[in-house]
């Protein structure tokens, strides 16, 4: 029983520290999305007979650019 409490406190304080996080963590999200716009820009049309692609992988989760 005492065990579960724990358990329970623990799962509690985490809670507790990601709510009072998360402001930040959306505002740090909302700042990093600017030059995001700006390095990626869409693909230009293509010009017959040549075709273009293009992929960008992150080192982040939820990021296009970084790493």
């Known amino acids: 029983m005492v065990s579960v409490a724990g358990v329970a406190a623990a799962g509690v304080a985490a809670a ?3 709510s009072r996080r998360e ?3 959306a505002s740090v999200h909302s700042i ?3 030059p995001q716009r700006v390095s990626l820009r869409p693909v230009p ?3 017959r007979p040549l075709q273009a692609a293009v992929s960008c992988m992150s080192a982040v989760a939820g ?3 970084g790493g």
């Open 16 to 18: 507790v520290m990601r």
């Open 23 to 25: 402001p930040e963590l």
């Open 32 to 34: 990093a999305e600017v």
């Open 45 to 47: 049309c293509p010009v």
């Open 63 to 65: 990021a296009r650019i």
